[in-house]
């Protein structure tokens, strides 16, 4: 390894946020700084490091290699950097310490929290973000909603809701030759976009999956960009960069605001969902009682529930 000056943590805290959003205004928004300040501090880390971590568009940036795979290394070390700071307050009367994946605090809660705020004005919600299983009770987290398949020993689990599968992409896109997507087969004339935490969990659908469902024989489905999150893939589906695979919860609001839309209305089933996990023994069980409970109206309501369960295409 090479040796370094001091890393610019100013521009690494300004990429990130760049990369997460895949914008440079809403960076700028989430740091309270201006989109040239973003912008000049991320072409001050592209020139510490000696290369380009955005391919910058007319309208638009999306990541080269080398900036998705710092991306999720500072989405991580950042979540540590946090965690130890919370360590290291005391906890406060009337705080409810919440940590979810950063996908479903940004598409799913974040949308729907004022309300919680707005029943129950006493309780302080702090929303953690991580996408590794956390040791509630010992991490200082009260209730932990994750994304898998509902084994975690040693703690109350509950389903929150299911997360069927379907492909989504921004108003107008069309097939490679400038047609309407009319049918399922006329995605085999797409872009295909990747969600890369999709990789290596069995019964989780991804492209090749859903061509095998939907009988489209000679299509490559390792073609297009691979996203380290979900998070990212849906948000390049936003931006006309291709289709992604959708996760219903976590893509009803940008179908609702029209941001996305449903190509095909052919859907897979998934056998990851989304579960609560609490710990055995808490010392704010009112105020998790009260979250848990208001959660769980919230996802009956949620249209990924109202899928029907006809077959996969």
């Not at 998934?270 to 808490?282: D, E, L, Q, T, V």
Request: proline share 8%.
């Amino acid at each position: 390894m090479k040796p370094r000056h001091a890393p610019p943590l100013n521009a690494l805290r300004a990429f990130e946020a760049a990369a997460r959003s895949l914008s440079f205004q809403k960076a700028a928004t989430q740091l309270f700084v201006t989109p040239a300040a973003v912008s000049h501090q991320v072409k001050r880390l592209e020139a510490y490091l000696g290369t380009e971590l955005f391919e910058r568009g007319h309208r638009a940036v999306t990541l080269t290699a080398q900036g998705a795979t710092l991306a999720a290394s500072l989405a991580e070390i950042f979540r540590m950097l946090d965690l130890a700071l919370d360590r290291a307050a005391p906890a406060e009367p009337g705080h409810l310490r919440v940590s979810t994946l950063e996908s479903f605090a940004a598409k799913w809660l974040a949308p729907r929290l004022h309300r919680f705020h707005e029943a129950h004005p006493d309780i302080h919600v702090r929303v953690l973000t991580t996408d590794q299983l956390v040791d509630v009770g010992q991490e200082q987290v009260d209730v932990a909603i994750r994304y898998g398949l509902g084994t975690y020993p040693g703690v109350q689990v509950e389903k929150l809701m299911d997360a069927p599968v379907f492909p989504v992409c921004a108003p107008g896109t069309s097939r490679k030759d400038g047609k309407p997507i009319a049918s399922p087969a006329d995605l085999a004339h797409v872009a295909f976009i990747h969600d890369q935490s999709a990789e290596g969990r069995p019964g989780v659908p991804d492209w090749a999956a859903w061509l095998q469902a939907a009988a489209l024989q000679g299509v490559s489905a390792d073609a297009g960009p691979v996203f380290p999150s979900i998070y990212l893939a849906q948000e390049a589906a936003i931006h006309g960069h291709g289709v992604a695979l959708g996760l219903a919860p976590l893509v009803e609001d940008d179908l609702h605001r029209g941001r996305l839309v449903r190509p095909v209305e052919n859907h897979l089933p998934n056998a990851y969902a989304f579960w609560i996990i609490r710990p055995s023994k808490g010392q704010r069980q009112a105020a998790t009682d009260a979250f848990c409970s208001w959660i769980h109206a919230e996802a009956s309501t949620s249209p990924a529930l109202s899928l029907d369960a006809r077959d996969p295409p």
